[in-house]
């Protein structure tokens, strides 16, 4: 999803960045997050909360604090000062998830919701691969399930599911230009609906390989995409699932030497369709960034033949 550059005072929110929590609330006019919205190992985070600790401890002795940085409070309690209908939960106002309010006065350690967010945190850095198996130059990674919409599934720690975009299906769409990942908290079925992306103005959605809710999604790639092709089955992971049908779901998807054979079809079936708009075509490799160098090929018939959308 697009976003539009925002103006606080006389500085403008660029476009693909997000405001810290701390001006969110309204206590400072202007930060940037540098930290994905992890607050609890964010250096500038840690200042603010002392200097507001602070100054409540000085109020608490009858005095007032003095300096530059006597009005700072805690964004927790200048989110208390607003209206009951504006006190937004602080994963909605950052954007980690749909709108809902706080139900329980900012106090964020009594709160479930924000455990389960603040658990995500734990699954931004996956298992990295090393070594990855080539069938026709694509990678094909072991112990991975693949959707027939190329994408690609893998179970980790406490059953929960990691999600991306396979090998074969970033070298025919390329670079991506912009990601929209689904928010975490929010359901996603097997194949239907799961993502979408852009380049050069088009748009392709994405099937989801397992119904489930989504625990984490990688925020980092929604601001560097160029990674997603680049590392599709590492630092280019989409999302995790907490999967609500795992046993019935991962029937329907393909594994070990059926992947490998589905995935020599889809190359030939490729390589096919390069040939009839009059492109000559050396086998022995995949064909890169299809959808730049083969314009003939339309957007809308590959996204049809091989994300099935």
Same mark, same amino acid.
């Given at each position: 999803?697009?976003?539009?550059?925002?103006?606080?005072?006389?500085?403008?929110?660029? +476009?693909?960045?997000?405001?810290?929590?701390?001006?969110?609330?309204?206590?400072?006019?202007?930060?940037?997050? +540098?930290?994905?919205?992890?607050? +609890?190992?964010?250096?500038?985070?840690?200042?603010?909360?002392?200097? %507001?600790?602070?100054?409540?401890?000085?109020?608490?002795?009858?005095?007032?604090?003095?300096?530059?940085?006597?009005?700072?409070?805690?964004?927790?309690?200048?989110?208390?000062? #607003?209206?009951?209908?504006?006190?937004?939960?602080?994963?909605?106002?950052?954007? #980690?998830?749909?709108?809902?309010?706080?139900?329980?006065?900012?106090?964020?350690?009594?709160?479930?919701?924000?455990?389960?967010?603040?658990?995500?945190?734990?699954?931004?850095?996956?298992? #990295?691969?090393?070594?990855?198996?080539?069938?026709?130059?694509?990678?094909?990674?072991?112990?991975?399930?693949?959707?027939?919409?190329?994408?690609?599934?893998?179970?980790?720690?406490?059953?929960?599911?990691?999600?991306?975009?396979?090998?074969?299906?970033?070298?025919?769409?390329?670079?991506?230009?912009?990601?929209?990942?689904?928010?975490?908290?929010?359901?996603?079925?097997?194949?239907?609906?799961?993502?979408?992306?852009?380049?050069?103005?088009?748009?392709?959605?994405?099937?989801?390989?397992?119904?489930?809710?989504?625990?984490?999604? +990688?925020?980092?790639?929604?601001?560097?995409?160029?990674?997603?092709?680049?590392?599709?089955?590492?630092?280019?992971?989409?999302?995790?699932?907490?999967?609500?049908?795992?046993?019935?779901?991962?029937?329907?998807?393909?594994?070990?030497?059926?992947?490998?054979?589905?995935?020599?079809?889809?190359?030939?079936?490729?390589?096919?369709?390069?040939? %009839?708009?009059?492109?000559?075509? %050396?086998?022995?490799?995949?064909?890169?960034?299809?959808?730049?160098?083969?314009?003939?090929?339309?957007?809308?018939?590959?996204?049809?033949?091989?994300?099935?959308?």
């Amino acid at each position: 999803m697009e976003k539009k550059s925002e103006m606080s005072g006389f500085k403008a929110v660029p +476009n693909g960045e997000e405001k810290c929590i701390w001006m969110e609330a309204g206590v400072i006019d202007y930060k940037l997050c +540098n930290y994905y919205y992890n607050c +609890n190992a964010c250096p500038f985070d840690k200042a603010m909360k002392q200097t %507001a600790d602070k100054n409540v401890a000085t109020r608490l002795q009858g005095l007032e604090p003095k300096g530059k940085k006597a009005n700072i409070i805690s964004w927790q309690e200048k989110m208390k000062k #607003r209206p009951g209908l504006q006190r937004e939960c602080r994963h909605s106002l950052t954007g #980690r998830t749909s709108f809902r309010l706080c139900p329980y006065e900012y106090e964020c350690s009594t709160c479930a919701f924000d455990q389960m967010l603040e658990d995500s945190w734990q699954m931004q850095i996956p298992a #990295r691969l090393t070594n990855i198996p080539q069938v026709d130059g694509y990678g094909l990674p072991e112990g991975h399930f693949f959707h027939m919409g190329h994408a690609w599934a893998r179970i980790e720690h406490g059953g929960r599911i990691r999600i991306g975009l396979d090998d074969f299906a970033l070298r025919i769409f390329g670079p991506m230009d912009s990601l929209d990942l689904p928010l975490t908290g929010e359901e996603v079925k097997f194949s239907e609906i799961g993502l979408a992306f852009k380049r050069a103005g088009k748009e392709a959605q994405a099937l989801s390989p397992l119904s489930g809710i989504i625990a984490a999604v +990688n925020y980092q790639v929604t601001k560097n995409p160029t990674v997603v092709k680049e590392q599709p089955y590492n630092d280019g992971w989409l999302m995790v699932l907490d999967p609500t049908e795992m046993k019935k779901d991962l029937k329907n998807l393909l594994y070990g030497q059926e992947s490998t054979e589905w995935l020599q079809a889809e190359h030939q079936k490729l390589v096919e369709m390069v040939s %009839a708009v009059g492109l000559t075509y %050396a086998d022995g490799g995949p064909i890169d960034d299809v959808v730049g160098r083969v314009p003939d090929l339309s957007w809308e018939k590959l996204t049809q033949e091989f994300l099935r959308t």
